[in-house]
T-cell receptor, first 114, second 114 residues
Framework: DTAVSQTPKYLVTQMGNDKSIKCEQN?????MYWYKQDSKKFLKIMFS???????INETVPNRFSPKSPDKAHLNLHINSLELGDSAVYFC?????????????FGPGTRLTVL | AQSVTQLDSHVSVSEGTPVLLRCNYS??????LFWYVQHPNKGLQLLLK??????LVKGINGFEAEFKKSETSFHLTKPSAHMSDAAEYFC????????????FGKGTHLIIQP
């Protein structure tokens, strides 16, 4: 059973489109995250979210918005896609926010904006 | 502020020889430290973590890391490299108590020569 799953695995789209990436975790964790990995493999936190608060990295454009229909899901919606959005996006979850809790990562979604 | 520096972008070793991947961190608080591995076109897998318990941490696949507060280092080692160890390795730091996610180093690409 996959602990953290993401769909789709690959996403190719045109500039200006709106797209969503879905993430689901079956670990019963309270906190979920989205990370962006750029072409140089540098990973950076975009959002962390639990049922109480959303923390947004201030460098993330407001075209990106996380949406959580329930505790097991944190989807990433992107409006007006730009070339610079091309990257691999990873979802992760942990039992609690912060501290020493291990974060479990999904397999990633490779987004290519043409 | 917290940051993590991986001192080598690439490390190449022969199969059967020791591996050393270097990491230094800066943090105003007692950090939690992690090493994650990413195999080609795969997601991130936790190798090991330090959470203020024993300073020598043993992880999966024969890897271990030693937390040295005086040197602000958390270097990853393995006594004998295997071809399957070829991957990207990320040193990661997290401050306790927040929902800010993880701060990743820029990664070290480990190459194993036959």
């Amino acid at each position: 059973d996959t602990a953290v799953s993401q769909t789709p695995k690959y996403l190719v789209t045109q500039m200006g489109n709106d797209k969503s990436i879905k993430c689901e975790q079956n670990l019963g964790h309270d906190t979920m995250y989205w990370y962006k990995q750029d072409s140089k493999k540098f990973l950076k936190i975009m959002f962390s979210y639990n049922n109480k608060e959303l923390i947004i990295n201030e460098t993330v454009p407001n075209r990106f918005s996380p949406k959580s229909p329930d505790k097991a899901h944190l989807n990433l919606h992107i409006n007006s896609l730009e070339l610079g959005d091309s990257a691999v996006y990873f979802c992760a979850s942990s039992q609690r926010a912060g501290g020493a809790d291990t974060q479990y990562f999904g397999p990633g979604t490779r987004l290519t904006v043409l | 502020a917290q940051s993590v520096t991986q001192l080598d972008s690439h490390v190449s070793v022969s199969e059967g020889t020791p591996v050393l991947l270097r990491c230094n961190y800066s943090s105003s608080y007692s950090p939690s430290l992690f090493w994650y591995v990413q195999h080609p076109n795969k997601g991130l897998q936790l190798l090991l973590k330090y959470t203020s318990a024993a300073t020598l941490v043993k992880g999966i696949n024969g890897f271990e890391a030693e937390f040295k507060k005086s040197e602000t280092s958390f270097h990853l080692t393995k006594p004998s490299a295997h071809m399957s160890d070829a991957a990207e390795y990320f040193c990661v730091v997290e401050l306790g108590g927040g929902a800010d996610g993880l701060t990743f180093g820029k990664g070290t690409h480990l190459i194993i020569q036959p």
